[in-house]
């Protein structure tokens, strides 16, 4: 029970993928100037996590609005929406967890309230609601309907986050975030790795969301047969005596 | 929708004016997070000045936490769903009406509460015009998201526990922009704040056309 | 006359639980209905389903002629239902409770003052909080609510509980009259001869579904 071709086929890419991009980024690739020892090397998988990550929460979006509009409403989309939302929060669980490894040598703490940081730690908690939220229990169509109009909320919320906080640092702009002079040059084999990065992390999410999706519809397939079961039980009440 | 809207909050208002609630439970309750914040912090005045925006605003959000719970409890207990949508209402009307309510509590609270803070921490009110648009335009946004998720929370068995997690961190930027447009006000420089003003206009407008567009939906489920 | 309410196998349910296991029924329009069955048979949910409170899982519902499937909303203004719970504001009185609801359905408000008389709920009582009231008051302001909004389909779940000798009497008045204006009515009982004589005819419910008369009844 693997599913398709095409998505064992997308499997073994991404894992191949994900493999070489470590491969290359930890032996092959330069280290940097300028920055501590090898730290330059999660380059090649920060970045891709997080771009992931807002993939993800765009997918749900997305899905969740194709189940709103009354000509394209099916549960399927539901699925896709709750599938993509739960990869998309494992993925900025890594990027917060990277940036923190980042942040310590780089400025000497675990933490800075960098806006993109912020802006990943606060949709980190509104799409841990999200999921939770989508796990009370309730009519199929009641959930999918809640659970879309959720992601809806956050998902609006996501620009006007970003903004807000990049706004507020901009006017506050603490010293221990400084760039200044260390401008990092991403050429040759960097690029590639960085490239290669993106592309098997994107396809680790295409994998991993087509999975969860593909079993939230079993789960449902599942619920259903019990529901014609349910059914027979509930009309024999009927049959007997009264 | 206008009509079912001025109707919905004129009923909520009213049930209010009797039953008390906002007033002698919610404000008292926003009275001893001030008071509390000022034990946390100490009673160093060159701390809880400086602090005394972030501090109210705060305060507000969880009193709006609170308000748009009650909005929901006072449609008949654990009916509120069917009394909602058996009343024959516009869905974006009874969304507009109970805004509008909670919004007209939440202001007054505010009123109390800038008063509490300026005797409290010894905050200056300057610039009270910026001081006072911001609270609306920032309230109007607060509250819409408040009765948003009230109306996807209510009458689920979790909803005391799953409200707060679902609307405070949607309301971040608003605790954001109404903090810094507070404090650009209080320390005497209120067109610096005009910035945060029109973001959380820009979000006041959203999620009240977000609640208009999705309260039927959101009603028609069971 | 076409039917008021129509069902062909309506399945409604309840998380997984079938509520309703394939309802078929017709009650045309004018007639007073007896809904009969044990308790857990499926009445509640019938009453709900018709008045768009529980959607419609599979099969064919249409009430007053609006499909159960799209459009619920539409269907309200001409539904009135009396179910457990009163849906009245507790801190608001009788008069401002019956205004409100009138309001509502965007009726004119002429008709909360006599309502309230028909149901004996005139004088001090109308302006008393519902929140003070007795279980058979806040019944009777409940029936107040139908009987100044005229409904053509008025669904009564165990409308007789909790009412006195009088109020009984009041409401067999009142659903005698609102037969011989041309109503819906779908009535559930457990005081089945009181029922019988007030109706037309009697549906069976159980298991979810509409049966034959059962030979011994429970």
């Not at chain 1, 609005?65 to 896709?80: E, K, Q, V």
């Not at chain 1, 903004?163 to 221990?176: D, E, K, N």
């Amino acid at each position: 029970m693997t599913g398709s071709k095409v998505l064992k086929a997308t499997g073994i890419l991404a894992l191949v993928g994900v493999a070489a991009t470590a491969w290359l980024g930890l032996w092959v690739t330069p280290d940097a100037v300028g920055f501590p020892h090898g730290l330059v090397r999660l380059l090649y998988i920060h970045p891709p996590m997080a771009w992931v990550a807002f993939v993800a929460y765009g997918m749900a979006f997305l899905s969740s609005m194709l189940y709103l509009w009354p000509r394209t409403r099916h549960i399927r989309f539901d699925r896709m929406a709750g599938a993509s939302a739960e990869v998309g929060v494992v993925f900025t669980g890594l990027t917060l967890a990277t940036g923190s490894i980042w942040g310590r040598p780089t400025w000497g703490v675990w933490w800075t309230w960098d806006p993109l940081l912020t802006t990943t730690a606060l949709l980190f908690v509104l799409y841990l609601g999200y999921l939770a939220l989508r796990r009370v229990p309730g009519d199929p169509e009641v959930v999918a309907r809640r659970s879309a109009i959720a992601a809806l909320i956050a998902f609006v919320d996501v620009p006007v986050v970003y903004f807000s906080v990049s706004w507020w640092r901009s006017l506050h702009q603490a010293p221990t975030i400084d760039f200044t002079g260390r401008h990092l040059y991403v050429h040759g084999s960097m690029a590639w790795t960085l490239l290669l990065g993106f592309v098997s992390f994107t396809l680790a999410y295409a994998w991993l969301t087509a999975h969860r999706y593909r079993l939230a519809g079993l789960q449902d397939s599942e619920a259903d047969e019990g529901l014609r079961y349910a059914l027979d039980e509930r009309r024999a009440e009927g049959l007997g005596p009264a | 929708m206008l009509r079912d809207a001025w109707l919905v909050a004129g009923k909520d208002l009213r049930i209010e004016a009797r039953s008390r609630v906002a007033l002698n439970q919610v404000v008292p309750f926003a009275a001893a997070v001030i008071l509390l914040f000022g034990l946390a912090l100490g009673p160093d005045r060159s701390v809880l000045a400086p602090a005394s925006a972030g501090l109210f605003w705060i305060a507000v959000l969880l009193s709006c936490l609170l308000a748009t719970q009650r909005s929901f409890a006072v449609e008949s207990a654990d009916g509120a769903r069917d009394g909602l949508r058996l009343s024959g209402l516009d869905p974006a009307g009874i969304f507009l009406g109970k805004a509008g309510a909670v919004v007209a509590e939440l202001l007054v609270l505010e009123a109390l509460l800038a008063l509490g803070v300026a005797v409290l921490y010894g905050a200056h009110l300057t610039g009270g015009l910026v001081l006072a648009a911001v609270c609306v335009t920032a309230t109007v946004g607060l509250a819409a998201v408040g009765i948003i998720y009230g109306a996807v929370a209510s009458g689920l068995r979790v909803k005391e526990t799953l409200l707060p997690l679902l609307f405070l961190p949607v309301a971040a930027p608003v605790l954001l922009a109404a903090t810094k447009a507070w404090d650009e006000a209080l320390a005497g420089t209120p067109s610096g704040g005009l910035g945060w003003l029109s973001l959380l206009a820009v979000f006041a407008v959203v999620y009240v056309t977000i609640g208009i567009v999705a309260f039927g939906p959101l009603l028609e489920e069971s | 006359m076409a039917p008021a309410v129509r069902l062909r196998e309506a399945v409604a349910l309840a998380g997984r639980f079938p509520l309703l296991a394939g309802v078929s029924l017709e009650i045309d329009e004018g007639e007073v209905a007896h809904v009969r069955g044990p308790n857990g048979a499926g009445k509640t949910s019938l009453l709900r389903l018709c008045c768009g409170l529980v959607p419609l899982h599979s099969g064919e519902a249409s009430v007053l002629g609006h499909d159960l499937a799209i459009d619920r909303r539409a269907l309200r203004k001409h539904v009135g239902m009396l179910g457990h719970q009163s849906l009245l504001y507790e801190e608001l009185t009788v008069e401002e409770n019956l205004r409100y609801a009138l309001r509502s359905f965007g009726l004119e408000i002429e008709q909360a003052g006599p309502a309230a008389a028909r149901l004996g709920l005139a004088g001090r009582v109308s302006a008393t909080p519902v929140g003070r009231l007795s279980a058979g008051q806040r019944r009777r302001t409940a029936l107040a609510v139908l009987v100044a909004r005229d409904p053509r389909l008025w669904l009564l779940d165990e409308p007789h509980a909790g009412l006195d000798q009088e109020g009984r009497e009041l409401l067999d008045e009142l659903i005698a009259e609102s037969r011989a204006k041309g109503r819906t009515v779908l009535l559930c009982s457990h005081e089945h001869e009181h029922a019988a004589a007030l109706s037309d005819r009697t549906v069976w419910l159980a298991g979810g579904q509409v049966v034959e008369e059962p030979a011994s009844v429970a």
